[in-house]
């Protein structure tokens, strides 16, 4: 391919994903208003569940394909990067507050999700049966987000009311921008992967160094948009939310699915159970901790978190 042709192809995705994030956030916000749901559960429920879309596509994906260590490392490998990478980046620029009611049962539910995941990989496979632990966790994170959201409508009657008189014009054109918004993330960060990718090879960088930043920074992408979209808008409590939630997602619903469509195991490799699930985890334990006991989000967190994910890019290069 001509070189000039995957510069604009690369360029097109970068536009998509910038013009998309914007009308993604602003159909979330609008359906946060409009419900009286905080903008936190928005962000860990409809946000992240839209934005593991990539994750999901190319672990299922790679699973079919043969391309086990792909699928397995892709999950982990966006977990990390969602926390040392684009939570890291969210906290050095916007450190928040956020109210324990709402964080503390999802970030939990992330912490025992990697734990557990850890534990059931040791041996270096993930069945299916042991794998629906995963999924149990997976069901009480949706569960408790539902109840959370009731509980918000229930007390913000003002706010619910308003929603009701949004004109059904005005509520057919925010949820399709919120529709529009993701489907051009995904495209996007597709052409962002694929011809930066192609950009790379033909400049000389190694396929190795390529798997390990492409392919997880790359199917995080939409959570980077969307965190960096809501830190332009001061929309800290989107951010958080989306990542949270988006972890939870990758490690308690890809993996038993990509171990149930693998035929009843999913092979693990020695590097994902003796550094990435580790690293992850530590992240895990990092980004939670300190919001847990005092209630906020400190800078200091971030440079921490972005020091451990670049150390750990690092030692993956070398």
């Not at 050095?92 to 557990?116: E, H, N």
């Not at 993701?182 to 694929?194: K, M, P």
């Not at 990509?258 to 550094?275: E, H, K, P, Y």
Request: hydrophobic share 55%; glycine share 10%; net charge neutral.
């Amino acid at each position: 391919m001509e070189i000039w042709i995957a510069v604009l192809l690369f360029l097109l995705g970068l536009l998509l994903i910038i013009k998309g994030g914007d009308w993604f956030l602003d159909g979330a916000v609008w359906i946060a208003e409009s419900t009286g749901v905080p903008r936190f559960i928005i962000g860990a429920t409809i946000v992240s569940l839209a934005t593991t879309l990539p994750e999901l596509t190319v672990s299922v994906t790679g699973t079919l394909q043969g391309e086990v260590d792909l699928a397995v490392g892709n999950a982990v490998g966006s977990v990390t990067a969602n926390l040392g990478l684009i939570l890291g980046i969210s906290l050095v620029c916007i450190p928040s507050v956020v109210k324990r009611a709402q964080f503390q049962t999802k970030a939990l539910l992330m912490v025992a999700g990697a734990a557990l995941l850890m534990v059931l990989c040791r041996g270096g496979v993930l069945e299916v049966l042991p794998g629906l632990l995963l999924f149990v966790i997976f069901g009480y994170y949706l569960w408790n987000n539902l109840q959370d959201a009731k509980s918000s409508m229930a007390q913000d009657r003002e706010t619910r009311h308003k929603g009701r008189t949004a004109s059904r014009r005005q509520m057919t054109q925010k949820l399709l921008l919120f529709l529009l918004g993701i489907t051009a993330i995904v495209i996007g960060s597709q052409l962002l992967i694929d011809y930066g990718s192609e950009l790379a090879l033909l400049m000389g960088v190694p396929a190795s160094i390529i798997g390990v930043t492409m392919v997880a920074i790359g199917t995080s992408l939409p959570e980077l948009v969307t965190t960096l979209t809501a830190i332009a808008k001061k929309e800290a409590s989107m951010s958080v939310g989306n990542i949270i939630g988006a972890n939870v997602i990758d490690l308690t619903m890809i993996l038993p699915i990509c171990s149930a469509v693998s035929g009843g195991a999913l092979t693990i490799g020695s590097q994902t159970t003796a550094l990435d699930m580790p690293v992850c985890l530590a992240l895990c334990c990092i980004a939670v901790l300190p919001p847990l006991v005092t209630q906020r989000f400190y800078r200091w967190q971030g440079v921490i978190m972005l020091g451990l994910y670049a150390t750990y890019v690092a030692m993956l290069v070398a």
